[in-house]
């Protein structure tokens, strides 16, 4: 009987790395024969059945003797030969229960599904059934075994571990500027890059490895039978290198990069979900230590990790304990004037003490506590500069977490009516980093704040991207140049080239300039020879409380001024 159904393009291949898990997985007695009528993969249930007559290189006709015949015969030799797939009911004798075989063509020979039921299946749902299979544990898009498959051959890996044998390693992978790709290119895009990055994955693999797509940009590799850990980083090693060439969507070149982390079993967890979490905190790891890299759990990380959790819920109740505060820095325009301060938020936690910014500033933003957060800094800061005589600003610094919520422009003028300081006495300081995430919207709330009249200042100018457009898009009342280009400015040519550009630039376009980081008079007389308009550093001023802002104001000029300006005098 012929019947037509899914080409053989729709079966696995037997030659595939997926295979095995489709045969593992199934209870149909199911066999894969090469082109040589030769037995080269098979479910354990067809063992159980014919016992030592399944074996690898058996002949067709060894476990199907009927196939001799030449009824059979001809009917096989047609599928193998690119007919149509076909069920074929074999010969029995008396008192035997009826059996058919499902004959499918595949891309390097033939596959067999036998059924026990009476009058068997149709072709098509016999192929359909195999499809099927696939289907539920395998990623559509990707064709990587799925989340679920992987849940359960990570527990099986675990559970076969004993004695002397190997470990399992788990490599979790995510790949780097995903979103970005995703975000401006489009869904399509997005989905042709995983296809393309799975690809990458499953050409790394060896024997013993196999891949799997976890969730969204997020893949998984189970690593049997291999020594470890030198095998696991090796694969890792492989696969960021893989990733590091740029990959090409509708002719545009796109570079992702890949962050893994690794973990070992049993020595970092006797089971699945335990293996997973170490695995996650070593990728935490690696994105943390730069991205583009591989990290294998110790005990070290979960520490840390534990301490960030500490700091995280500790966050969330410092404002109300009064933990946070403020230091202002003053901005002093040459020779001697200052013109304002920048407000520089503080954590003093009652166990720890003085805590980084860069360290707690990253967690609020991840837990979506800027909006609270920034609001105070925003009324505390704008209090302050009212004690200050009414010519001096104060600046203060967004997180781009807080151009997210849509409210921004609302809180500013909120605030301003609030306390009631003129707004051009107020300037914001954004990074780049702003202006990469929602380019438009971004850039419509900039242009808001500005028509209230408040100051906006470009900070950190020269270590991002540095797009002339932004300066092009939008009136910036400021550049600072961030202290990576000022800390060696009195030796390095290249850095006084630099420099003395982006104040030519920033002038040509009507823009003011302020250097952060002036930590000695050499670097302070060479940015006033070249006209920079305000300088910032502990020369001039360190941060100081609140209260000592007024006592600095009456100082002048201030201390590190006169000093440079007795240096230039002896010169």
């Given amino acids: 009987m012929e019947s037509e159904g899914p080409s053989s393009s729709d079966v696995p291949r037997a030659g595939d790395a997926v295979l095995p898990d489709l045969l593992a997985n199934t209870t149909e007695l199911l066999s894969f024969y090469d082109r040589d009528f030769r037995l080269t993969h098979y479910a354990a249930s067809l063992k159980g059945i014919y016992g030592s007559a399944v074996a690898l290189g058996a002949a067709i006709w060894e476990i199907y003797p009927s196939f001799l015949d030449a009824s059979c015969r001809d ?47 149709s072709a098509a749902d016999e192929q359909e059934h195999v499809i099927l299979l696939h289907q539920a544990t395998h990623d559509v898009l990707t064709g990587l075994q799925n989340r679920r498959r992987f849940g359960e051959r990570l527990q099986q890996a675990l559970t076969a571990i004993g004695g002397s044998k190997p470990k399992v390693a ?72 893989a990733f590091k060439e740029p990959f090409v969507i509708n002719g545009i070149p796109v570079f992702v990069g890949s962050s893994i982390g690794i973990a070992l079993g049993p020595e970092h967890g006797t089971d699945g979900e335990q293996l997973m979490k170490a695995a996650d905190i ?44 403020l230091e202002y820095q003053p901005l002093i325009r040459p020779p001697s004037s200052v013109i304002g301060f920048e407000a520089l938020l503080r954590w003093r936690h009652p166990e720890i003490g003085i805590i980084p910014p860069g360290v707690f500033i990253p967690i609020a933003e991840a837990d979506g506590l800027m909006d609270e957060i920034g609001r105070w800094v925003l009324e505390q800061a704008c209090r302050q500069a009212l004690t200050w005589p009414s010519s001096l600003t104060v600046a203060v610094n967004l997180s781009p977490a807080q151009f997210l919520s849509g409210s921004l ?7 301003i009516d609030e306390v009631g300081i003129r707004a051009d006495r107020l300037e914001l300081e954004i990074t780049e980093t702003v202006l990469l995430e929602k380019t438009i919207d971004n850039i419509d709330t900039l242009n808001t704040l500005n028509v209230l009249g408040i100051r906006i200042s470009l900070d950190d100018f020269g270590t991002y991207y540095s797009s002339l457009s932004y300066l092009k898009n939008f009136p910036f009342d400021t550049l600072k140049i961030d202290q990576y280009f000022i800390a060696d400015l009195e030796t390095d040519l290249k850095g006084q080239t630099i420099v003395r550009s982006i104040i030519n630039l920033a002038h040509g376009l009507g823009i003011s300039v302020t250097a952060e980081g002036v930590e000695t008079s050499a670097q302070a007389r060479w940015l006033i020879k070249e006209n920079c308009d305000c300088l910032q550093g502990n020369l001039l001023g360190r941060p100081l409380g609140a209260e000592a802002t007024s006592d600095f104001i009456r100082r002048s000029p201030p201390k590190g001024i006169r000093a440079m300006e007795g240096s230039n005098r002896a010169v």
């Fill in 282 to 325: 070593a990728l935490y790891a690696a994105k943390t230590d730069g991205r583009g890299c591989a990290r294998t759990f110790n005990r070290s990380m979960l520490l840390l990790l534990e301490q960030r959790e500490n700091l995280r819920r500790s966050l969330r109740t410092a404002l109300e304990r009064n933990e946070l505060y």
């Fill in 75 to 121: 009917e096989f030799l047609r599928v193998f030969q690119g007919g149509s797939p076909a069920s074929i009911d074999l010969p029995r004798s008396a008192g035997e229960a009826p059996r058919s075989v499902f004959v499918f063509g595949t891309a390097d020979g033939a596959g067999i599904i036998e059924s026990r039921e009476r009058g068997g299946r």
């Fill in 170 to 241: 788990l490599l979790q992978i995510d790949l780097d500027d995903f979103k970005a790709v995703n975000d401006t290119l489009g869904h399509g895009a997005g989905d042709a890059l995983l296809q393309l990055a799975a690809g990458r994955i499953r050409d790394a693999l060896q024997d013993g490895e196999s891949a799997y797509r976890y969730a969204g940009d997020e893949f998984a590799v189970i690593q049997l039978g291999k020594e470890q850990p030198a095998e696991a980083e090796r694969l890792a090693g492989s696969l960021v290198n």
């Fill in 409 to 415: 422009t609302d809180t500013v003028a909120q605030v």
